[in-house]
């Protein structure tokens, strides 16, 4: 049984948000099959990183000018970004607009349906998948992906869709960083925190 004290140590979370999650998280991995030590370290190392130790559920966005530019480059001139600084809302709505399920800048979509949850779940497509997997009304109530239960549930949900089980094992790493991130951003954090959970966990 995942406790808050080992959940904890394993994330470098701090006790209060250990103690949240503690309980939704076991739930989720139990749920999935995320029922070894290898599987639940990579897992752990995931959620650890994209949530920044369990302390954000839902993408921020209030990027400066300079800081759109370096992650948004193809969506911002040094003009636009100067108009858009510190403006999350319209942040999203320009960067997901027409992807990923979304509909135009105009439609707020991108707002809308930010990243939430432990794994960052974006778009409308893949609340609309989670919302399937999960029975949780996601399409008209985004907001509830940040709540404990679902967004444990919907990260752990996603891992098993994609088949992160079995790169678990065969321990691919980082073709489980691809399939999280897209890309390997984060990698020597992410597999930091992988090495930190295998020796909590075993």
Do not use: C
Request: net charge positive; proline share 4%.
């Amino acid at each position: 049984m995942l406790t808050a004290e080992t959940l904890g140590r394993a994330v470098g979370a701090t006790p209060e948000r250990a103690a949240l999650f503690a309980a939704p998280v076991a739930a989720a991995m139990r749920r999935f099959g995320i029922n070894t030590a290898r599987r639940q370290a990579a897992f752990l190392a995931q959620i650890g990183h994209e949530s920044g130790s369990l302390a954000r559920v839902e993408e921020n966005l209030n990027y400066t000018a300079k800081r759109l530019l370096e992650i948004f480059p193809r969506h911002f001139t040094a003009e636009t970004a100067k108009a858009f600084e510190r403006k999350p809302e319209r942040i999203a709505n320009r960067v997901y607009a027409n992807r990923i399920g979304n509909g135009p800048e105009e439609s707020g979509d991108g707002w809308r349906f930010r990243g939430r949850g432990l794994i960052q779940v974006t778009g409308r497509a893949n609340y609309a998948e989670m919302q399937v997997q999960l029975g949780v009304p996601l399409l008209a109530q985004p907001e509830l992906l940040a709540q404990p239960a679902a967004a444990a549930l919907s990260a752990a949900a996603f891992w098993h869709t994609r088949g992160l089980n079995a790169l678990a094992d065969a321990g691919q790493f980082e073709a489980i960083t691809r399939r999280v991130n897209g890309g390997l951003h984060g990698q020597p954090d992410r597999l930091v925190r992988y090495q930190r959970a295998l020796q909590v966990l075993t």
